[in-house]
C-alpha cells in the first residue's frame, strides 16, 4: 500500500508547475521558430539565375523554407506575423553551388571541415558538390548540413570509380577511412570481372548522389558503369579523360558532366595514355600544338551542346596550378588552352557551372573561391555576368539534379538565397559584396 503524505503532494505540485512551465516554454519555443520560418524580403532587386535583367522592387514571400509567393512591392499587404526585412536597393539571387570540391582526404580534420563549411555558406555557396573523398565522414557532414540552422552548405556527394591501378595513388588511400582504397564502396576499383550492379548499389548505400568515373577504365567500361548508376537513379560525373577513354567516349557512354576543361585536349591527341599518371610527360607540348578550336574538339563540344552534357571546367584550379609552376602564369600553354576551350564551349551552347576544385581558407580568403572561379568565366572566358550568375546557381543545380528545387528565386522553391549590396550583373566582382545568406529559410546576417 502507498501512504499519502505531504511530501507526495508538494512533489506533485511542483510536478505540475514543472509540467505546465515547459509547456509553455515549448510554446514559445514553437512561435519564435515560426517567426523565424516566417520571412517578407521587402523592396528588393531579383536576380533570378535565369539570366534576364533585374525585377526591381519586389518582395519575397518566405514561410517553411519554401518561397510561398513574389509580387511587386506594395501590390499586396505583408503577411502578418512575419519577420519583414527592408533590403531597398539590394539584390537577392539563388545561393551559389560549387560543383567541385573535396571536403575531406585525410588531410583536413573535422573541425578544419566545419571551419570551412561555415566559411562557405556565409561566403554565399548554399550547396557543394563533392568529388571525392572519405564518404563516411562526407555522410556525417551532409546528414549535419540538412539542418537549416546548421553553419553548411548542402552537400552533395559521390563515389569514385577507377582502374585498379589508379588506387596507388595516395590521395585514394588517404579518403579510404583506414580501409583498402579500391575494395570499398565509395573507392571502388572496377575491371572486366567486376559486378558492376552490386558495385553501383553499394556505392549508392553510402548516401552518395553520383557516381565519379575519374581514371584508368576503357570505353567500354566507363559506358557499363554509366549505364547501370543511371538505372539505380544515380548521376554520373567523370574526369572530361579518363585515360585510355576519350573525352568523346565518356559522352558517348551517357555521362551527365565532365570536370576540367583542360582535359578536353586530349579528344584530339593522337594517342592517349593507358594511365593518369603518364599523362604529364608531354603535356605542355600538347597545348603549345594543338588548336582548342580543333575541329575534333568543336565536334565534341557541339555533341555536348546536343546531348545535355555540362562542362565543369575548374577555371580556378588550373590558374593556380599555372602560378604555381611558371612565373609568368598568363603565357602558361595550359592556362591559356583552358581559357580558349571554356570559351568555345559557351559559343557553342555547352552548359556551364562553376567548379573551384579548392573551395577557399577560411582566416586567409575574404570569399571562396567560387567568386574567382565566375569571375574567369567573365574576364576570360567570354561569359556575360548574367550567364557567369546562371552557371553558379541554376545550372549548379541541373549537375545536381535538384534543379525542381534549387538553383533559381522562384515560387515554390526552396529559399537558399544571397543578397547581395551592389548589382552583379554591372560588375562580377559585386558577387564578393554579401548583406546576408539564407538557408532553407533561416536567414544569416553577414558580419561587417
Not at 575541329?295 to 562542362?311: H, N, P, Y
Request: with cysteine.
Amino acid at each position: 500500500m502507498f501512504k499519502h503524505s505531504g511530501n507526495n503532494h508538494l512533489n506533485m505540485s511542483g510536478l505540475l508547475l514543472l509540467i505546465v512551465f515547459a509547456f509553455s516554454f515549448s510554446i514559445q519555443s514553437y512561435c519564435q521558430a515560426k517567426e523565424e520560418d516566417r520571412l517578407a524580403l521587402t523592396n528588393v532587386n531579383i536576380i533570378d539565375g535565369k539570366g534576364g535583367a533585374p525585377q526591381n522592387n519586389m518582395t519575397v514571400v518566405i514561410e517553411a523554407g519554401i518561397i510561398r509567393d513574389i509580387f511587386p512591392a506594395g501590390r499586396k499587404p505583408l503577411p502578418k506575423d512575419y519577420r519583414v526585412i527592408e533590403l531597398k536597393g539590394m539584390y537577392v539571387l539563388p545561393g551559389l553551388i560549387d560543383t567541385h570540391v573535396h571536403l575531406t582526404g585525410g588531410y583536413r580534420s573535422p573541425e578544419e571541415a566545419d571551419a570551412l563549411l561555415k566559411f562557405a555558406l556565409m561566403g554565399g555557396v548554399t550547396a557543394v558538390r563533392d568529388m571525392g573523398g572519405d564518404a563516411i565522414e562526407i555522410a556525417r557532414l551532409a546528414e549535419n548540413a540538412k539542418n537549416n540552422t546548421t553553419l553548411s552548405p548542402r552537400i552533395y556527394f559521390s563515389a569514385l570509380m577507377a582502374g585498379p591501378t589508379w588506387f596507388k595513388d595516395p590521395r585514394a588511400q588517404a579518403s579510404a577511412h583506414g580501409q583498402t582504397a579500391g575494395e570499398i564502396p565509395w573507392l571502388k576499383a572496377i575491371t572486366p570481372e567486376t559486378d558492376i550492379a552490386q558495385a553501383v548499389s553499394q556505392a549508392k548505400a553510402t548516401g552518395a548522389t553520383g557516381i565519379k568515373i575519374y581514371a584508368n577504365l576503357s570505353a567500354d567500361l566507363t559506358k557499363k558503369v554509366t549505364a547501370e548508376a543511371h538505372r539505380q537513379g544515380l548521376k554520373v560525373w567523370s574526369h572530361a579523360t579518363i585515360f585510355p577513354a576519350r573525352p568523346g567516349d565518356a559522352v558517348n557512354a551517357g555521362i551527365d558532366s565532365i570536370s576540367h576543361a583542360a582535359l578536353l585536349i586530349y579528344e584530339a591527341a593522337d594517342k592517349v595514355p593507358e594511365e593518369y599518371h603518364s599523362s604529364q610527360s608531354d603535356i605542355f607540348a600538347l597545348y603549345s600544338k594543338t588548336p582548342a578550336n580543333d575541329q575534333k574538339i568543336i565536334d565534341l563540344l557541339q555533341k555536348m551542346k546536343r546531348e545535355g552534357k555540362i562542362l565543369d571546367a575548374t577555371l580556378y584550379v588550373t590558374s593556380l596550378l599555372a602560378q604555381r609552376s611558371n612565373p609568368n602564369a598568363a603565357a602558361d600553354p595550359r592556362l591559356k588552352w583552358t581559357y580558349e576551350v571554356t570559351k568555345l564551349a559557351r559559343e557553342n551552347g555547352v552548359t556551364l557551372v562553376t567548379g573551384t576544385d579548392g573551395m577557399g581558407r577560411p582566416g586567409r580568403d575574404e570569399v571562396p573561391n567560387i567568386h574567382q572561379e565566375m569571375e574567369l568565366l567573365v574576364t576570360m572566358c567570354g561569359l556575360t555576368p548574367a550567364e557567369a550568375v546562371t552557371a553558379a546557381t541554376l545550372n549548379g543545380a541541373k549537375a545536381l539534379g535538384v534543379e525542381n528545387l534549387y538553383g533559381t528565386v522562384s515560387k515554390s522553391k526552396a529559399a537558399d538565397l544571397l543578397i547581395l549590396r551592389k548589382n552583379p550583373l554591372e560588375n562580377i566582382r559585386h558577387t564578393r559584396e554579401i548583406y546576408a545568406v539564407i538557408k532553407g529559410g533561416r536567414f544569416f546576417r553577414k558580419p561587417n
